[in-house]
């Protein structure tokens, strides 16, 4: 039988009324999900806790952490809310007794609710790109995701050499990671002889862009880059950058890229290019094992989003396994950043302020596909 998308609002309505703890084994390793499961990136979150869902399903499977102890999400909704996450890690800390934590899926979120673990439970963080999350971050986080400065400097290489463009605009959210984006993109693009023409942004709750997308038609840009964080936004902004009669490139930003975002989308999203951690169309078997296993479990489509999840998962399995500890954090800390880890998403190593150092993949949306470019 194939789980539907309540099983997020489900386990969030045990948690609201108390009974998740009644319920849990006391030899569970329990592990705080804090996603966006309301409000604008409700779809993004529920990707999210689906793609940890079906990795917990799989280590369970295979036994669980230290000999048979298994791994349950206590899930929460942040509702892509920085003060609405600092009060879920708070209760997930000081309320619900979990063992360690997974968080971070938008940038303003991270940027807050790290703070409340710090010296107080292992982070991890999935999908946030801002710098800060990790440079300015402390000794038990880390972060999957690469961050908005390592995604701009692969990819502005591939905008310069390989699309044959002269001058460019950006619309982006108007948030601390929508500014770094045309930040970064301006210096970049600018190296190499594209025109930044002008930058527009747009907030988190807004569900029309036509005026913003004519003021950018207006420019006449060979391309537009569009920074969305969320599918429902992402999907509308595609869709009006074509109703407003643009004809150029559209250039996708790092990461967002998943299929509900190319069904919503429709035509407006073919050949357009982005780049990811996620190879969907990849050979690897812990990658195609948990791919299985999400089809197996839910409706919607493994995307990058769920795979973050799902390696979160796999990572902190891995680490409590090797150290062999579940609340001696600074030594889970130190076995994450001491080893190489092999993944759903390929290898990963971790530096010294906890940031991720793994692929980063080319894709572009063919016939409907989300494909791999080599």
Not at 116 to 123: G, Q
Not at 125 to 152: I, V, W
Not at 323 to 345: F, H, P, Q
Request: net charge negative; charged share 25%.
């Amino acid at each position: 039988m194939r789980l539907r998308s309540g099983i997020a609002a489900a386990s969030m309505a045990l948690i609201a009324a108390g009974t998740s703890l009644a319920v849990a084994q006391e030899d569970n390793v329990r592990v705080a999900a804090i996603a966006p499961l309301s409000g604008p990136g409700a779809f993004d979150g529920q990707l999210a806790i689906e793609g940890m869902e079906a990795m917990v399903e799989i280590v369970n499977e295979g036994g669980g952490v230290l000999d048979g102890r298994m791994i349950e999400l206590v899930i929460y909704d942040d509702k892509g809310n920085p003060e609405e996450g600092v009060s879920a890690a708070k209760r997930a800390i000081e309320n619900d007794d979990v063992d360690l934590l997974v968080g971070g899926w938008f940038s303003s979120v991270a940027l807050t609710m790290k703070e409340v673990t710090r010296d107080r439970m292992l982070n991890i963080m999935t999908s946030t790109q801002h710098p800060n999350t990790t440079k300015e971050g402390h000794d038990l986080l880390f972060r999957l995701n690469a961050t908005s400065t390592m995604m701009s400097d692969t990819y502005s290489d591939f905008i310069c050499d390989r699309m044959d463009i002269d001058s460019i605009a950006f619309i982006t959210i108007n948030d601390d990671y929508g500014r770094l984006e045309a930040e970064n993109y301006e210096k970049l693009l600018g190296e190499c002889g594209i025109d930044f023409l002008g930058n527009e942004f747009y907030n988190k709750d807004d569900a029309d862009f036509m005026t913003v997308l004519t003021k950018l038609r207006a420019m006449n840009p060979d391309a537009i880059y569009v920074s969305a964080i969320n599918t429902a936004q992402g999907a509308t902004i595609y869709r009006q950058i074509r109703q407003v009669g643009y004809q150029g490139t559209t250039i996708a930003s790092a990461g967002n890229m998943n299929p509900k975002l190319v069904e919503l989308s429709g035509p407006a999203l073919e050949g357009v290019y982005s780049v990811s951690l996620f190879a969907p169309d990849s050979d690897d078997p812990e990658l195609k094992a948990w791919v299985e296993q999400y089809n197996e479990m839910f409706d919607n489509e493994p995307s990058f989003i769920g795979s973050l999840g799902a390696q979160a998962v796999e990572i902190l399995a891995q680490a409590i396994d090797k150290s062999g500890a579940v609340r001696d954090y600074d030594k889970i800390a130190e076995t994450i950043r001491a080893n190489e880890w092999n993944t759903l998403l390929g290898d990963i190593t971790f530096d010294e302020i906890g940031q991720a150092q793994q692929n980063i993949y080319l894709i572009q949306i063919n016939d409907g596909k989300i494909e791999t470019v080599n």
